[in-house]
Antibody, heavy 117, light 112 residues
Framework: EVQLVQSGAEVKKPGESLKISCKGS????????IGWVRQMPGKGLEWMGI????????RYSPSFQGQVTISADKSISTAYLQWSSLKASDTAMYYC??????????WGQGTLVTVSS | DILMTQTPLSSPVTLGQPASISCRSS???????????LSWLQQRPGQPPRLLIY???NRFSGVPDRFSGSGAGTDFTLKISRVEAEDVGVYYC?????????FGQGTKLEIK
């Protein structure tokens, strides 16, 4: 069974750094793109970027380029999304997704990030 | 970026009746490989989204056959033949033909 299990909810202050994770299981982690999607409170879905764990090829949506860093550690089948300096506007639910080709098929359960002073 | 526009934004439906959601893209979603990468997602309250339909009309594993997708080029439709209580939630279309992937604004399906 394909599963994407994300790390738990986080509460941070503006300016702090953060790295959240997404662990894949039930499939060959290095053979599928992993993407990240943001959902701000009460809002729709926004595509952030993707990484191919096999060779760490990474692509960012222009809206998120320079704002976040996507990485992966294929030895532990885990992808990451990180911020160096959080803002209140980063408060959102973040989902990791599996992307075989040009389809998103499986979603993680989401990680809620709250940034507040 | 390709803009995805859904109508309606809210759809009150009677149980057992059909429902239909439209999605229009700002440019053709036909990929150079000949496929059209238009998907439909369902997000039930308090849950992550899940894939219902991919490449316009292909139901994902475990999706009931009351859900169907159709369309071509820039105009697409999701139909639910007979709405059930578990279908309440927000439905999104999304395209992956051109990076970055983009989503429609969502259509809230509720029971009358």
């Amino acid at each position: 069974e394909v599963q994407l299990v994300q790390s738990g909810a986080e509460v941070k202050k503006p300016g702090e750094s953060l790295k959240i994770s997404c662990k894949g299981s039930g499939y060959s982690f290095t053979s599928y793109w992993i993407g990240w999607v943001r959902q701000m409170p009460g809002k729709g879905l926004e595509w952030m970027g993707i990484i191919y764990p096999g060779d760490s090829d990474t692509r960012y949506s222009p809206s998120f380029q320079g704002q976040v860093t996507i990485s992966a550690d294929k030895s532990i089948s885990t992808a990451y999304l990180q911020w160096s300096s959080l803002k209140a506007s980063d408060t959102a639910m973040y989902y990791c997704v599996r992307r075989p080709g040009l389809v998103i098929d499986y979603w993680g359960q989401g990680t809620l990030v709250t940034v507040s002073s | 970026d390709i803009l995805m526009t859904q109508t309606p934004l809210s759809s009150p439906v009677t149980l057992g009746q059909p429902a239909s959601i439209s999605c229009r893209s700002s440019q053709s979603l036909v990929h150079s490989d000949g496929n059209t990468y238009l998907s439909w997602l369902q997000q039930r309250p308090g849950q992550p989204p899940r894939l219902l339909i991919y490449k316009i009309s292909n139901r994902f594993s475990g999706v009931p056959d009351r859900f169907s997708g159709s369309g071509a080029g820039t105009d697409f439709t999701l139909k639910i033949s007979r709405v059930e209580a578990e279908d309440v939630g927000v439905y999104y279309c999304m395209q992956a033909t051109q990076f970055p992937d983009t989503f429609g604004q969502g259509t809230k399906l509720e029971i009358k």
